[in-house]
């Protein structure tokens, strides 16, 4: 029987180095993969746990029409993350059209003209800028439009959170703390849970009213404990990312304190019909069974996650985190130096994906976006990036980030092509 590495010559004639390191990082690995199992393990009997105790049955997984009435599967799953996460309550739909919409939902439902947002880690996520708005002039419809007053406390110089300095800047109007777990389209490590449980006792000492959100994207079933338990009271994501599995058609979700939730509903509905309202369509049994899987596919991403940094260190690249380092995240940051290589990168993992592999990722502005993004992924679900993927906005210092992906070895073969396609750019 040949070799993966043999038959990946053969079939794309990938570069023998590529190929020698690669399997060199895929031993180097093997250590951090067994505590990886573990952690799934854990995670997995959380889910399982929250199944028995609300006595989840097939009749769940079954959807409403119109109003959506009374739909007991939306319910039930509700009742599912809630217990998963730790919070009183959660808002899990379908309706919540991403990750970003989640966040805003829990920004607009939660803040009122005259409060104070304070982001305790510095600028956010490119499309979250669009929803808070320019300081000088902002858009129509923004967070600062609705006049909240926003403030970005930069991480000090070890990247990590300036509590003095944010502790100074919380007064009588401010009204929320505001935190991202993971790193964005940053070059920073993301941010533990014993970083988040640090920050959130210092504040909640001396402010013990203030909100404290968490921007949860990418963190979900990465360790063993999530923000809520942390001390936070909301927290945020998208379905389309960890706690998807990849099988949820769509969606996000809020899980929080029952009173946050409730004011998210109200914004994401109406105030009135808040969280009882609400077709599900055929979304309940694709996020049923996603969460179901979530653990074990976040366990697998995270293998391609290690092997990736292993892999482009070994190469010469600049990675962040280094492959043996603590992950609070899915998400891979390759520094490699030049636009074409994003390019490279990203056409070749294309061609590893189930979906789409002819076709070729070309730089392209998105909305909500800033800078021209490359992104390669073809996924079962549009944009799915717990699904392998890679994406990256094209400016200086020109990182891509990896993350996703369901089985190592789709991932193992993903990052042969892109180390093959970058190799041969000239590196
Ligand atoms: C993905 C992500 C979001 C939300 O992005 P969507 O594409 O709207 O789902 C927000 N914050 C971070 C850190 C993210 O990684």
């Known amino acids: 029987m040949l070799s993966l590495y043999e038959s990946l010559k053969k079939i794309y004639n990938v570069n023998d180095a590529v ?64 217990s998963i996460f730790e919070g009183e309550r959660a808002l899990v739909r379908s309706q ?9 939902i829990g920004l607009f439902g939660n803040l ?33 439009a609705h006049g909240v007053r926003c403030l970005e406390i930069p991480l000090r110089e070890n990247n990590k959170i300036d509590l003095e300095a944010l502790d100074k800047k919380i007064t009588s109007q401010t009204k929320m703390v505001y935190f991202q777990r993971s790193q964005g389209y940053a070059w920073r490590p993301s941010f533990k849970i014993s970083d988040l449980k640090k920050a959130i006792s210092y ?42 599995g990849g099988l949820a058609l769509s969606g996000g979700y809020l899980v929080g304190k029952t009173e946050l939730i409730e004011n998210a509903a109200n914004r994401l509905t109406a105030p009135g019909i808040g969280l009882e309202v609400g077709a599900s369509f055929n979304f309940n049994r ?32 600049e990675v962040q985190p280094l492959y043996q380092e603590f992950r609070t995240d899915i998400v891979q940051a390759i520094k490699l130096g030049h636009p074409d290589l994003m390019i490279a990168f990203c056409q070749g993992l294309q061609k590893a994906c189930p979906l789409d592999a002819k076709a070729s990722p070309e730089p392209s502005f998105l909305p909500g976006y800033e800078h021209q993004v ?54």
């Open 19 to 82: 190929l020698r390191r690669l399997e060199i990082s895929s031993d180097d690995c093997k250590d951090i993969f067994n505590d990886i199992d573990r952690k799934i393990e854990l995670n997995q009997l959380k889910v399982l746990k929250s199944f028995y105790d609300n006595d989840i049955s097939d009749y769940h997984l079954n959807g409403s029409t119109g109003y959506g009435y009374g739909d007991s599967g939306r319910d039930a799953l509700e009742r599912v993350f809630a």
């Open 203 to 244: 504040i909640k000492k001396n402010h013990p009213n203030v909100i404290c959100m968490v921007d949860n994207c990418y963190g979900e079933f990465v360790e063993e404990q999530e923000p809520l338990s942390a001390g936070a009271d909301l927290i945020a994501g998208s379905l389309i990312k960890n706690p998807g």
């Open 96 to 104: 919540i059209v991403s990750g970003t919409h989640a966040i805003a």
């Open 374 to 427: 490359i992104m390669a992924g073809g996924t079962y679900i549009q944009g799915s990036s717990i699904e392998l993927s890679a994406d990256g906005p094209i400016r200086p210092p020109y990182i891509i980030y990896v993350q996703g992906g369901m089985s190592l070895s789709h991932i193992k073969i993903g990052l042969a092509l892109a180390a093959d396609k970058v190799i041969l750019k000239g590196f």
């Open 286 to 317: 694709s996020a049923f069974q996603g969460i179901f899987l979530s653990p074990s596919v976040v366990g697998e991403a995270l293998k391609g996650a290690v092997l990736a940094a292993r892999l482009f260190s070994s190469l010469g690249f």
């Open 112 to 144: 009122q003209d005259g409060d104070e947002l304070i982001i305790a880690t510095d600028t956010p996520y490119d499309t979250l800028l669009k929803v808070i708005g320019s300081k000088e002039a902002p858009a129509p419809g923004t967070v600062r």
